[in-house]
């Protein structure tokens, strides 16, 4: 790796672990170059804005799930179908494994004027997991499990839907509902997503797991307590 490289690394990872800590509104470029010892110039060398820096990260982290997805293909035995469900599983943006980033994107991406965000991770994601997917539906084409005519478009429907599933879950979690009624409202639209995509391939009802109920519950879980908290500390530190 290059110096450079090294060095807009460093820089990435210090601005994320500030807008977990203070939030992106409240985290400033000179808070980003105090904590990494950083000039002016030496930081607009790499990024031109702070949204600049969000958006590398937001990135960054879209290409990560493609790689990830790619070593769950590799290793799992079986069927197309459990090496879809795998891809699926380790793509996914909404991880119970990293609320702290599943809370930024929450804060930025997801509000309205976030559209420009969502959609540059998605097509990040689009990009390098079109043609992985297209091999796993022409395995599962050739040895009976799916039956589709055109794999390539079939492959970039399944992660459109994927991604439009991603969506409407963090929606939810973004809006002021209780854990009940996210868990409510997940279970509902999780199971109308898997069923699209198994008519779409023609696959077993029930064989598509897309996401598992139980881990969305508890990054819902997490986010909302976790906004709860905030709001108490936040009237505590106002009295």
């Given at each position: 790796?290059?110096?450079?490289?090294?060095?807009?690394?460093?820089?990435?990872?210090?601005?994320e672990?500030?807008?977990?800590?203070?939030?992106?509104e409240?985290?400033?470029?000179?808070?980003?170059?105090?904590?990494?010892?950083?000039?002016?110039?030496?930081?607009?060398h790499?990024?031109?804005?702070?949204?600049a820096v969000?958006?590398?990260?937001?990135?960054?982290?879209?290409?990560?799930?493609?790689?990830?997805?790619?070593?769950?293909?590799?290793?799992?035995?079986?069927?197309?179908?459990?090496?879809?469900?795998?891809?699926?599983?380790?793509?996914?943006?909404?991880?119970?494994?990293n609320?702290?980033?599943?809370?930024?994107?929450?804060?930025?991406a997801?509000?309205?004027?976030?559209?420009?965000?969502?959609?540059?991770?998605?097509?990040?994601?689009?990009?390098?997991?079109?043609?992985?997917?297209?091999e796993?539906?022409?395995?599962?084409?050739?040895g009976?499990e799916?039956?589709?005519e055109?794999?390539?478009?079939?492959?970039?429907?399944?992660?459109?839907?994927?991604?439009?599933?991603?969506d409407?879950?963090?929606?939810?979690?973004?809006?002021?509902?209780g854990?009940?009624?996210?868990?409510?409202?997940?279970?509902?639209?999780?199971?109308?997503y898997?069923t699209?995509?198994?008519?779409v391939?023609?696959?077993?009802?029930?064989?598509?797991?897309?996401?598992?109920?139980?881990?969305?519950?508890?990054?819902?879980?997490?986010?909302l307590?976790?906004?709860?908290?905030?709001?108490?500390?936040?009237?505590l530190?106002?009295?």
């Amino acid at each position: 790796m290059k110096k450079g490289d090294a060095r807009r690394g460093e820089l990435l990872a210090a601005a994320e672990r500030l807008f977990y800590t203070k939030g992106y509104e409240g985290t400033s470029v000179q808070d980003i170059l105090d904590e990494m010892h950083f000039s002016k110039g030496g930081f607009y060398h790499y990024f031109d804005s702070k949204l600049a820096v969000l958006e590398a990260i937001c990135e960054q982290r879209a290409q990560e799930c493609c790689e990830q997805a790619r070593a769950a293909i590799l290793q799992a035995q079986g069927s197309a179908v459990d090496k879809l469900n795998a891809a699926f599983h380790a793509s996914a943006l909404l991880s119970n494994g990293n609320p702290g980033f599943v809370a930024l994107l929450l804060q930025v991406a997801y509000r309205e004027d976030g559209a420009l965000m969502r959609e540059k991770m998605k097509t990040c994601q689009l990009t390098c997991m079109q043609q992985m997917i297209e091999e796993v539906l022409a395995e599962g084409v050739a040895g009976g499990e799916f039956f589709v005519e055109d794999v390539p478009t079939s492959a970039g429907l399944l992660l459109r839907l994927h991604m439009q599933f991603t969506d409407e879950m963090a929606f939810l979690l973004a809006r002021e509902d209780g854990e009940e009624r996210f868990t409510e409202a997940m279970v509902k639209k999780l199971n109308a997503y898997r069923t699209a995509i198994e008519r779409v391939l023609v696959a077993p009802f029930g064989s598509i797991v897309l996401f598992e109920a139980k881990e969305l519950q508890l990054l819902g879980q997490s986010i909302l307590r976790g906004r709860v908290r905030q709001r108490a500390d936040a009237m505590l530190g106002n009295g």
